[in-house]
């Protein structure tokens, strides 16, 4: 399945670069009469902080797209939220709190399934373990980190998943980056996907592993690059690699595409190559049973190598795990990095993924969990036929509860979410270089929490920045059939 999407025009392009120009311009004159250091306080002697390129464009480029969504939040990021309006005339250096709160529609967290609450069977088990367990072990789980709850919970993700074992990290970032390292070394091949998180592609850099990218969810372009590195060996010596690794995601965060599992399966059984799929976004997100995008394609979930996937989206909660055979696992327990020096995920962590988990799974004799899974598919795709039937340029599947609406130009990303948020709708604008340079957007997140009023509310308020930002970009002919809850 190859990526399409609706590229910009030239003369949208052209401004898009002339606009980074500008920003970049007018930051080098500012930095040149100001410099950031004059700023530092008390470091006299001392090699000033803010240098590089990377910190002037964070500075000058990246918080006048990013500063609409840098403040604080304080409430549950749940279907509402409670921002705290600032004042910043620096964009993000100095942040003066108004005392203001702004109660907006949240669409700019992963909070898919809806757990993310202070109040139902999730709190009440999660504040129950901390009275009992305490908040944290304060050690690795190879040291005295290890909880009876974190067995419990990777039996039940190994049952969930329909594998042999699991094993369960504090932070999901972390999953990637101290794992993959484990099971990768040089001499090993990875295919990997050119959208993969920066958490895989850090761990893979440390893993010492050769690299292919290959085009996003283009299956031919991936079996190209995999036979030719397999047939014509490693890059000096032409000896054969010790190894061959797809690594790809379930969903693409930033993209809202649905890996093409199947295909990718295939090519993995032909070349006899492991497969590595992240679940981050994919996980209770997808699939007729909340099982991610093994259950969304029906594959056998042992086709899968290495399965990953956070607790910190659908689950409310935080952290990830690995789960694969009982080889893997074994392997993993003793020389993954996270299971020798990183903290232990913290008791309440665990029973807040157990319980919701369980409602997932019917094991708590409710259908609660499939309620919400089945929400969250009605919600998805009703809210991205309403948003291409203005008329925006919308990427991703269908099915996919990230929806990316793009608006090339830095000023019209930062502007529409700027507007929604006085309109009461708090989103993300994401540009360079977490996209490509055209590919300004602001990112929609979908949750079973969301009801019909608050997706008709976004979309209202979505068509009426529309008109004002002139961002209705796609040339695609529209689909003028009613779109019905």
């Not at 009275?131 to 290890?146: A, D, F, H, L």
């Not at 850099?205 to 085009?215: I, W």
Request: contains cysteine; neutral net charge.
């Amino acid at each position: 399945m190859v990526h399409t999407v609706e590229e910009c025009t030239l003369f949208v392009a052209f401004c898009t670069f002339v606009s980074y120009g500008v920003l970049l311009l007018v930051g080098y004159i500012k930095e040149f009469f100001w410099p950031p250091s004059s700023m530092e306080k008390n470091r006299e002697g001392y090699v000033p902080l803010y240098v590089g390129f990377e910190s002037f464009y964070t500075r000058n480029v990246y918080r006048r797209i990013q500063d609409c969504w840098a403040r604080p939040i304080s409430s549950v990021p749940g279907a509402e939220i409670d921002l705290m309006e600032r004042d910043t005339p620096d964009y993000g250096w100095t942040m003066n709190l108004t005392g203001k709160i702004i109660k907006c529609i949240n669409v700019g967290s992963y909070n898919y399934l809806g757990y993310a609450e202070n109040k139902g069977a999730c709190h009440d088990a999660a504040a129950e373990t901390t009275k009992n367990v305490g908040v944290t072990t304060g050690s690795p789980r190879n040291e005295m980190g290890s909880l009876a709850i974190q067995e419990e919970l990777e039996t039940l993700v190994a049952e969930f998943l329909g594998v042999d074992d699991a094993l369960t990290f504090g932070m999901g970032f972390a999953t990637n980056v101290l794992n993959i390292p484990s099971l990768l070394g040089p001499g090993c091949l990875v295919l990997s996907d050119e959208f993969n998180h920066a958490s895989l592609i850090l761990g893979i850099k440390l893993s010492g592993a050769t690299v292919k990218v290959f085009h996003h969810n283009d299956s031919v372009d991936l079996e190209r690059k995999l036979r030719e590195a397999l047939v014509y060996g490693q890059n000096r010596t032409r000896r054969p690699y010790k190894m061959a690794i797809i690594v790809v995601e379930g969903i693409y965060s930033m993209e809202g595409s649905i890996v093409d599992l199947p295909a990718i399966i295939a090519i993995k059984k032909k070349y006899k190559a492991y497969l590595y799929v992240d679940e981050a976004h994919s996980i209770g997100a997808l699939g007729p049973n909340g099982g991610g995008v093994v259950d969304y394609h029906k594959c056998n979930p042992k086709d899968v190598d290495i399965l990953m996937g956070t607790f910190t989206k659908s689950f409310g909660a935080a952290g990830g795990y690995i789960a694969g055979s009982k080889d893997l696992i074994a392997h993993l327990r003793i020389n993954s990095d996270a299971q020798n020096y990183a903290a232990s995920m913290a008791a309440p962590v665990a029973q807040q993924i157990i319980t919701s988990l369980q409602q997932i799974m019917g094991k708590d004799g409710s259908d609660e969990g499939m309620r919400r899974i089945k929400l969250l598919a009605r919600n998805t795709q009703y809210f991205r036929r309403r948003v291409k039937h203005m008329g925006f340029i919308v990427y991703g599947s269908e099915d996919s509860p990230v929806v990316p609406v793009i608006f090339h130009l830095p000023a019209v990303t930062a502007l529409f979410v700027r507007e929604l948020t006085k309109r009461g709708v708090a989103g993300v604008g994401v540009g360079f270089p977490a996209t490509k340079i055209t590919g300004g957007r602001m990112r929609f997140c979908l949750s079973a929490a969301h009801t019909k009023e608050h997706l008709d509310k976004i979309l209202t308020e979505v068509e009426e920045v529309g008109y004002i930002t002139g961002a209705y970009y796609s040339r695609r002919k529209m689909d003028m059939t009613p779109v019905e809850w």
